[in-house]
T-cell receptor, first 113, second 111 residues
Framework: ETGVTQTPRHLVMGMTNKKSLKCEQH?????MYWYKQSAKKPLELMFV???????ENNSVPSRFSPECPNSSHLFLHLHTLQPEDSALYLC????????????FGPGTRLTVT | GQQVMQIPQYQHVQEGEDFTTYCNSS?????IQWYKQRPGGHPVFLIQ?????EVKKQKRLTFQFGEAKKNSSLHITATQTTDVGTYFC???????????FGAGTILRVKS
């Protein structure tokens, strides 16, 4: 499946680094999402964008900063992360809002050292 | 806030046995969706149920949506090793701008 792509697939960063995760969807969808998935934990919704506007910020620490320049691209800017931020970060898209199914990207496996 | 709960958290079955996971919402849902995540993979959409009491089948998988539209189930008949993974249910959030996912049921199949 190549409908939703994410780069990089793996990332190791120190706590003082700044990095960005990129997501691109080729499905013509209008809503995009960032999720965090930690080991043995449920999917945690982080941010929702609909038609490029942020419609949900699920109490995410400010060291995570999302950016949605258009309906096809979504970024997650990372700075001064903590080791507990190590997780799989998944991007997803859907036609719009919650009635429609979501298509997930392969994820970025992030390790904070 | 709205909650979607799934049970069991984990199930280990012998190949050929049946498997069922249950999903319960604290609120009435306009629809419910099911996803599967293989080990090392990402969630993949399986199906959406919309109508009260709806039943849908995909080969050995049977999905049901409760009459009150607050619960759902996924039943797998005669499990195979390819069925391993985590099965999530999800329903629309209160304001319709997101999906609320259950914690998932991890299925392991012994061959």
């Amino acid at each position: 499946e190549t409908g939703v792509t994410q780069t990089p697939r793996h990332l190791v960063m120190g706590m003082t680094n700044k990095k960005s995760l990129k997501c691109e969807q080729h499905l013509g969808h209008n809503a995009m999402y960032w999720y965090k998935q930690s080991a043995k934990k449920p999917l945690e919704l982080m941010f929702v964008y609909n038609f490029k506007e942020q419609t949900e910020n699920n109490s995410v620490p400010s060291r995570f900063s999302p950016e949605c320049p258009n309906s096809s691209h979504l970024f997650l800017h990372l700075h001064t992360l903590q080791p507990e931020d190590s997780a799989l970060y998944l991007c997803a898209s859907s036609q719009e809002h919650s009635f429609y199914e979501q298509y997930f990207g392969p994820g970025t496996r992030l390790t904070v050292t | 806030g709205q909650q979607v709960m799934q049970i069991p958290q984990y199930q280990h079955v012998q190949e050929g046995e049946d498997f069922t996971t249950y999903c319960n919402s604290s609120t009435t849902l306009s629809n419910i969706q099911w996803y599967k995540q293989r080990p090392g993979g990402h969630p993949v959409f399986l199906i959406q149920l919309v109508k009260s009491g709806e039943v849908k089948k995909q080969k050995r998988l049977t999905f049901q949506f409760g009459e009150a539209k607050k619960n759902s189930s996924l039943h797998i008949t005669a499990t195979q090793t390819t069925d391993v993974g985590t099965y999530f249910c999800a329903g629309p959030g209160q304001y319709g701008n997101k999906l609320v996912f259950g914690a998932g049921t991890i299925l392991r199949v012994k061959s």
